[in-house]
């Protein structure tokens, strides 16, 4: 191989491993971002749960509330940990909307008649819209397998409780009526 053979097969190397360290640069970026958002949305139902809990009188709603309250924080918490192996620094806070909409919904559920059915239809429409999140991060980006298989488990396990709160809600309007 000739010298300038040599050279030009070095440069295409080099743009070739440039353009591979942009395109998982650009990839990273996008990854440790959605999964920021998604660290906000399960920190936002973090404070609901525990927001729901101090406010209804309802014994085995709020047990329900405590215990997936704190499913939510081991949720973000690991979401955290792939940030930063992904050279992310994670940032843990309430968005506003959320603390807005909280300061509204709590009124809300204290003067309401049905003060369950409002708390149920409230964290199913938050728990539906984490998920299509987690569906849509899950089908859209690139992520490495172990990371994949842990969104997938989140996924599955917010749709668990899902079921069980809807669970909860049959087994109580049963002894209602």
């Not at 309401?112 to 899950?138: G, K, P």
């Not at 842990?150 to 899902?162: D, F, G, S, V």
Request: hydrophobic fraction near 40%; charge should be negative.
């Amino acid at each position: 191989m000739s010298c300038e053979h040599f050279e030009a097969l070095v440069s295409t190397l080099s743009e070739i491993i440039i353009f591979s360290l942009i395109r998982y640069n650009m990839n990273n970026d996008t990854i440790t971002a959605a999964l920021q958002k998604l660290v906000m949305r399960l920190n936002d139902a973090e404070k609901q749960h525990l927001e729901i809990a101090k406010s209804t009188s309802n014994q085995a709603l709020r047990e329900w509330c405590l215990r997936y309250s704190e499913e939510r924080d081991e949720m973000h918490k690991l979401l955290e940990g792939h940030i930063s192996a992904m050279g992310g620094d994670p940032e843990v806070r309430t968005s506003y909307l959320s603390s807005l909409h909280r300061a509204l919904i709590n009124p809300k559920i204290s003067t309401s008649n049905d003060e369950f059915s409002t708390i149920v239809t409230e964290i199913h429409r938050n728990a539906t819209a984490l998920i299509a999140e987690y569906d849509q991060v899950i089908a859209q980006l690139e992520l490495h397998p172990s990371l994949k298989i842990n969104l997938e488990k989140q996924k599955a396990t917010i749709q668990l409780e899902l079921s069980n709160l809807i669970a909860l809600k049959e087994e109580l309007r049963a002894t209602v009526d």
